[in-house]
């Protein structure tokens, strides 16, 4: 397999798709034998136009939806049928394209609700809450207001920070800056960027390709439910094939 | 003569609503957290006040020490039939319109149950408090009315607390507002579905042991009545909002009371109806209804 190149150069592989097709309703094929291989420490950003099944392969790697054919493997074991809430128990943590909080709870309850997996150990859960609020100040200073109060980029951040809570060692995120003002959008990909350094993997689905090649360190392009290509940063940079390929197909300039 | 009246039902509505209250609070926890449309509802309120009427029967024991045994009780009956239905419905392509139909049935077959081992007849807990009646005013008030409304009440504030303040009642709350989500912070939603199926059958049916003192009659075909009743007090609450529910109820149960003053019997069981509608046209999302954070 092509992906497993990188994997064989040292880049331990932490989290992938294996040969993987999804359908719903049985007849409709989202993914189509798709591989896919986070490495760990790494942020590995998949791209590609709608319908190209980004946010599927993302899902998929959650346990949100059941291959038909391949494995779901997370250190070397195949998380096939296992239900997603199993999956943060061992360290995948899923940011959603769609608002993920809930509204009417509190800031502080939703981030306790993001230390639903280790909720009994108090001292844990506080020293979890005190480093979101020195990392979010602004969480800290709206922890008793609803999370339905909070602006779009402060409720992403908070998404962000619940996600974090469970000081996972995958982290998935879908579109994390769609629907944000362009400050915060750098202030959130300064965020990811920033993530590897924690010893924190990162799966990344992003529809703006640049600022994702510019964040990535490695970079899936899907195309229909399959493998299009991949390859590391340096193939996003200069006048590279893959850059081209991007370039026609999505009708974007990068540049 | 009419302000004593009035006040009479006042206060006999806020008993009744606080009861309608928990039904309804009950059924919109099934219906938020799992989109299941508990049409057996009543029937599990009614199985409480048999439940009830048999411990006392048998055993003499006080009505009110015969709460937590029906609540233990009826939360395992709860998560039993969580287990054998709902995770099958949910498969489906349209579980609200399966589970409505599917516990039509699972109320019909409750009724043809209870009307086996109880028979037709209407029958009533002969349990008498002493005094009967507390005068006050120029109000009388049965003592069983204000025993019913305390531990109403009681049920209420623990309800309110589990809820509101612990870390399993805010995943509940969660689970309303957002199943999915709810999901991606680890929690096991099928375990807490069934929990949450267990804790309404059980507030249902404890419920009904309150009923049992209040209403001096019940039958094995009283369940729809209190189905329709849950029904009208979770629109008018907001759906999904366990709280809303309760304030519901008791807006309800005062209409509902007030209006037999004012209007022949015939025409007062419209007036919690009319109050459906005017709620439905007026304020669609409920009195405490929210549009959903998206």
Redesign the interface.
């Known amino acids: 397999m092509a992906n497993t190149t990188r994997a064989a150069a040292g880049e331990e592989v932490i989290l992938g798709l294996e040969d993987v097709s999804v359908s719903y309703h049985g007849d409709i094929t989202i993914l189509d034998h798709v591989n896919i291989s986070a490495r760990k420490g790494m942020v590995t950003g998949i791209i590609g136009p709608n319908g190209a099944g980004k946010s599927t392969a993302l899902k998929t790697l959650y346990g949100f939806l059941k291959p038909s054919t391949g494995h779901i493997r997370y250190k070397g074991e195949s998380l096939n049928g296992k239900p997603p809430y199993t999956f943060i128990e061992r360290g995948i943590a899923f940011v959603p394209q769609n608002r993920s909080l809930f509204g009417d709870l509190s800031v502080q309850d939703n981030l306790l609700l993001g230390c639903w997996v280790f909720r009994n150990d108090a001292v844990r859960v506080k020293r979890v809450l005190d480093s979101a609020y020195a990392q979010f100040p602004i969480l800290g200073d709206k922890r008793h207001d609803p999370a339905s109060s909070l602006s779009g980029g402060q409720q992403r951040f908070l998404e962000l920070a619940r996600a974090l809570a469970l000081e996972p060692e995958v982290v998935l995120l879908d579109e994390p800056t769609a629907m944000i003002a362009p400050k915060l959008s750098r202030e959130i990909y300064d965020f990811i960027k920033a993530l590897p350094e924690k010893g924190i993997t990162v799966v990344l689905v992003d529809q703006n390709v640049r600022q994702c090649a510019a964040v990535s360190d490695y970079l899936y392009v899907l195309e229909l439910g399959r493998n299009k290509a991949e390859g590391g940063k340096e193939m996003f940079e200069g006048d590279s094939a893959l850059h081209k390929l991007i370039a026609e197909w999505l009708e974007y300039k990068i540049d | 003569m009419m302000t004593t009246l009035l006040i009479q039902a006042l206060v006999t509505g806020l008993i009744l609503g606080a009861l309608y209250g928990l039904i309804g609070c009950s059924l919109t926890i099934i219906y938020g957290t799992m989109r299941i449309v508990n049409f057996s509802h009543g029937e599990f309120v009614v199985a409480g006040c048999f439940a009830v009427l048999m411990f006392f029967t048998a055993t003499g024991l006080h009505p009110l020490l015969s709460i937590p045994l029906v609540f233990v009780a009826f939360f395992l009956v709860g998560m039993c039939l969580y287990y054998l239905f709902v995770p099958r419905l949910n498969r489906g392509d349209d579980p609200e319109v399966a589970s409505f139909l599917t516990f039509y049935g699972v109320s019909l077959m409750a009724g043809a149950i209870l009307l086996y081992f109880f028979q037709a007849d209407t029958r009533s807990l002969n349990y008498v408090f002493t005094p009967s009646v507390y005068k006050i005013g120029h109000v009388f008030i049965p003592t069983a009315h204000i025993v019913a409304l305390a531990t109403g009440v009681a049920i209420i504030a623990a309800l309110t607390w589990f809820l509101y303040r612990t870390?399993y009642g805010?995943?509940l709350?969660?689970a309303i507002?957002?199943r999915?989500?709810?999901?991606?912070?680890?929690?096991?939603?099928?375990t807490l579905s069934a929990l949450a199926f267990g804790l309404a059958i059980a507030i249902a049916a404890s419920t009904g042991v309150l009923l049992a003192l209040v209403f001096p009659a019940f039958g094995p075909f009283s369940g729809m009545d209190y189905t329709l009743v849950g029904f009208v007090v979770i629109v008018l609450g907001g759906l999904g909002h366990p709280i809303g529910a309760i304030i519901g109820g008791i807006v309800f149960g005062i209409a509902e009371q007030v209006a037999i003053v004012f209007l022949p019997q015939s025409l007062s069981q419209a007036v919690g109806f009319i109050i459906l509608i005017a709620a439905i046209t007026l304020r669609p999302s409920g009195l405490f209804g929210?549009v959903?954070?998206?």
């Open positions: 870390i805010k995943a709350r969660a507002m957002n999915d989500a709810i999901q991606i912070v680890g929690v096991n939603i099928n929210k959903a954070l998206r």
